[in-house]
């Protein structure tokens, strides 16, 4: 009988808990070999926008057309409107992106108590300057499936190189820029890491294909704010109705810096930089196989039998085929 579970080099992973963050270990007699596959051409996909190296984001406004900016209410009435938004979403129509103004630090620091306690699977972007909150919304439980799937995968490849001890799932942590805190759907630091710099070096950023432009905002601050520290955003995108995943890969790349002054003196800053797509359309996977450097995930490079973290055309059409099992 085939398994109901995505596989990496055709071994299956079972699911994690809804409410965990972090990733179950799979067994340890699954993992035999390595799953390293030659890259092919990828064919045109979907596309978020111009993948060379962009000017600075806005992120108060791009990728947020037609989002209304509302007065934050307090916890309460923060609830009602996160419900009637979650009950009356359209995911061909409606964007998943709540903005909220006039909200302080102090008021944030309770609301990310409220939060944690009714509505976990919202995520927050707050701009400190601006005291404005962006909240990304979780209708359903697609989008939070295509991304613990995903995750599931890069656990497989990590286990079969014995790095389990050596790079952390951080799931939905909350982390400080220096204008602005934002969380990513998943995320993971290597143990190196630490005691040296709270970023992580791989991020996702999940969510519903209306929102790709906002998702892509999203994955430029985690290059681009961290001045490079983290090294690699992984977007997806869920198309329910098409049965459409649509996945990106963004590096940080160096870019000249244009407008050199005394508080930003480098002659080079960090922009973001779409590397690869791929389209699964049902199962049908274009663009594969998908590959994360080694030296960027762990921040070193890979010794005997590591390598990059490849997912294969046949990993993402397992991948996808779970994800859409849960579909009515």
């Not at 294909?209 to 961290?226: N, Y």
């Not at 196989?289 to 005997?304: A, I, W, Y």
Request: charged content about 20%.
């Amino acid at each position: 009988m085939a398994s109901p579970y995505p596989t990496v080099g055709g071994h299956p992973t079972p699911p994690s808990s809804a409410g965990d963050h972090t990733t179950s270990s799979p067994p340890a007699s699954a993992f035999t070999t390595l799953s390293v596959s030659a890259l092919s051409t990828p064919v045109p996909c979907e596309t978020s926008g111009p993948s060379a190296p962009a000017d600075k984001i806005d992120y108060l406004n791009h990728g947020l057309d037609g989002v209304e900016r509302r007065p934050y209410p307090g916890p309460g009435l923060f609830s009602q409107v996160i419900e009637k938004h979650t009950s009356e979403f359209d995911p061909g129509n409606t964007s998943q992106y709540l903005v909220f103004s006039n909200l302080t630090a102090a008021q944030l620091t309770r609301l990310e108590h409220h939060r944690d306690r009714c509505h976990k699977g919202c995520r927050f972007f707050y701009l400190m300057k601006e005291n404005v909150l962006v909240v990304k919304t979780m209708p359903g439980s697609i989008q939070e499936l295509a991304h613990r799937r995903f995750d599931e995968m890069f656990a497989i490849l990590k286990y079969k190189m014995e790095l389990q001890e050596q790079i952390i799932p951080e799931g939905a942590s909350t982390y400080r820029g220096t204008t602005s805190t934002k969380e990513a759907d998943t995320a993971h630091r290597p143990v190196s890491n630490c005691g040296k710099t709270d970023w992580p070096t791989i991020v996702y950023e999940c969510g519903f294909s209306k929102s790709l432009a906002r998702l892509v905002v999203d994955a430029h601050w985690w290059l681009e704010t961290t001045g490079g520290e983290v090294k690699i955003a992984i977007v997806i995108s869920v198309d329910p109705l098409k049965r459409k995943l649509h996945l990106e890969k963004w590096e940080g790349v160096h870019h000249s810096n244009t407008e050199v002054t005394q508080a930003h003196p480098n002659t080079s800053v960090i922009r973001a930089m779409k590397t690869q797509e791929v389209d699964i359309l049902g199962t049908d996977v274009r663009g594969a196989p998908l590959e994360f450097s080694f030296e960027k995930v762990m921040n070193r490079k890979p010794g005997e039998s590591e390598g990059n973290f490849v997912f294969t055309s046949q990993d993402l059409e397992s991948y996808a085929g779970t994800v859409w099992k849960c579909l009515p």
